[in-house]
């Protein structure tokens, strides 16, 4: 296989990074629903950094996969490839450690788990972030590009403050909801009656 010189996406600015920053951090500020709030990140890092497609999984500690919790550009083949076994993706797997992983082609990089998938889909590139939860990794924030791509040090920070934005999102949607079903407890103690949603 013949492999394309290395370029840089001349889409990505400081000004673009700054703009998605703020936006996202109005949206965890003004909103509880996490789901909105996560596909919001991941369509804006997209946009931002002209990628291909965006991906962000949290990890089930029970079957130690990575669930896919919102994804943005990515077909729905490729979507329904399997699941991301962290047994069998190593890429996964050093990024949990608290470490930002670069793959330049996940082609053909045994450290990716669905590579003839994402030959087919048209990935190349791939930088992974750890989802940050009091110096725990609690998921993976992964960007794909369609293009050999290098990220330079300003795409990793920009990554690394959108990740720890969607760390946080998900830690509040978490606190709430065991808040409100605290209160649901207490209150349906007191009066015998149970509180609907």
């Known amino acids: 296989m013949t492999i394309n010189p290395i370029s840089v996406s001349s889409n990505r600015s400081a000004r673009d990074y700054y703009t998605t920053l703020y936006q996202t951090a109005l949206i965890i500020s003004s909103s509880l629903e996490l789901e909105q709030v996560l596909e919001s990140i991941v369509k804006s890092t997209t946009e ?83 989802l940050e939860v009091r110096g725990e990794a609690i998921g993976v924030l992964r960007v794909y590009s369609g293009t050999m791509t290098i990220f330079h040090d300003e795409d990793i920070k920009f990554l690394s403050v959108l990740a720890s934005l969607a760390a946080q999102s998900i830690e509040n949607a978490q606190l709430y909801e065991s808040l409100r079903n605290s209160y649901s407890g207490i209150v349906s103690a007191f009066w015998g009656t149970e509180i609907v949603h």
């Open 48 to 130: 931002a950094m002209g990628a291909k497609a965006v991906g962000l999984r949290l990890l089930d500690p029970s079957t130690g996969q990575l669930r896919l919790s919102a994804k943005y550009g990515f077909s729905e083949s490729y979507l329904n490839k399997g699941p991301v076994d962290i047994k069998h993706s190593t890429i996964d797997t050093e990024t949990l450690c608290n470490q930002v992983v670069y793959i330049p082609d996940v082609r053909v990089d045994p450290r990716f788990q669905y590579r003839e998938a994402a030959r087919k889909e048209g990935l190349v590139s791939v930088i992974c972030v750890p």
